[in-house]
């Protein structure tokens, strides 16, 4: 097996832990006036410029190397704060503060408890009086002094959503601990962040660089089941609860253990992950969760244990990155690849289908479709390319499969259009758009996204729902004939009489429209 060098995690054996002494903010001299008419609807452009002349370029221009842009530069998923929200929502004893608009708050809020958050969402709201003076930065020291009870939390996560961003809220200069919790705070801007996925990395990495220090300047606490004995693969990426189970499966004859998942559900969890022998980025967008295990000297292995090909290419790496002796990894491979060989043979999905979505894992499902059987001419993700997803960009470019990095809706919609599939498989638009045109469509998330992937388990987890979809092409022929004639956008409804357009009317109100535009960006030029 490898021997790690350079960082070292320590664990104390009392179970206590040492908290590094947080560091005294200085006053800020200047306070920054936001220039935002409208707030959060002033647009991308001009929340950046004003977040720049606030003293935020470093932050932004760190958020355009970790998720960089194009060719679609903010694709249509929902606002980026959720992820980094849900985040800290599924972790225990860490309570959540977010500031920002009340719109902006109400609506993460609804959507995190629609999505089942169990614990409530903390806020300082602000006005225009705050935000300018720098009374609003105040505020939130004063609330997580308050909220700071070493007996119910380990953390408090502190987020900026677009307008303290752009106005220079400094959370850096919050203590780093009061009475042992510690301060995590971070800016999630939408104008900065483009996916609510990488939205997770910005939160999992700010903790992964708090740990690391902790681990670096003394015992930290150890797992609550205690260490391994045997070199951890730390999980990169949110996943279905079985997959860590199957991963950890098949490192066993490695010699090896499947670490913890990050972003993790507890803090002594990221100890453990930073405690691995490498780390596996199941999910490849988490940049500055790479970053941290990088800056501990942990080697990264791209991609997942998916399917046949993709099981036997990542056991093989995984094998050379700890050095285990290729008759060990020829063993594990032939423990597991004739299972998935077979589980593959056993619900094979005979179809074409398009496939999007705002995950992370959409290569990977794509990998696992065509193993199925299915032929998948295109794949659309919101995510950036990166180091970590080439190996399956190539393998499913091998296939002849168009994949579209930071996808747009437009993309994916004229996929649909162009290929006509028995099923698409995509986000909520991309669905209610295929069902319009009588196409059978799944919700990636909820009906794809929710199930195993990995090793024999995943193999034949997605040729039931899949099939079953397909078969259901001639109900949704049946609705389709049903509805017919109910007219769509203006024409949408019941009508005795035909509706009362006015194309004059509203090609002139787009005229103003175009107008308006045109002298926007001629401004932004001066």
Known sequence: MTTREGFEVGYDASGDLQIIEGV??????????????????????TMEAAAREAGQSELLDQFAKDYPQGPHDQPQSMCPAFGSLRVGLRMKRVATVLSGSACCVYGLTFVSHFYGARRSVGYV???????????????????????????????????????????????????????????????VPGFGVPTHAEAKDVLAGAMLAYAREEAAAGPVQAPVGGKSDRPTVALLGEMFPADPMMIGAMLGPLGLAAGPVVPTREWRELYAALDCGGVAAIHPFYTSAVREFQAAGRPIVGSAPVGHDGTADWLARIGETFNVPAPQVAAAKNAFLPKIKEALAAVPINGTMTLSGYEGSELLVARLLIESGANVPYVGTACAKSEWSTHDAEWLAAKGVKVKFRASLEDDISAVDAIKPDVAIGTTPVVQHAKEHGIPSLYFTNLISARPL?????????GQVVSAAINGKQKMDKMRAFFEGVGNEDTAGVWEGAPNLRPDFRAQHQKKLDKAKRAAEAARMI
């Open 24 to 45: 005294t903010p200085e006053t800020s001299e200047a306070v920054h006036e936001t220039a935002l008419a409208g707030e959060c609807t002033a647009g991308a452009t």
């Open 454 to 462: 990995m090793g024999p388990a995943g193999a034949g987890s997605l």
């Open 125 to 187: 709201p602000f006005n225009s009086e705050t935000l300018v003076t720098g009374k609003l930065y105040e505020d939130i020291r004063e609330s997580v002094h308050q909220m700071a009870d070493p007996d119910r939390y380990d953390a408090i996560v502190v987020t900026n959503l677009c307008v303290p961003t752009a106005s220079g809220v400094p959370l850096r200069l919050l203590p780093k601990e009061i009475n042992g919790v510690r301060i995590v705070g971070i800016d």
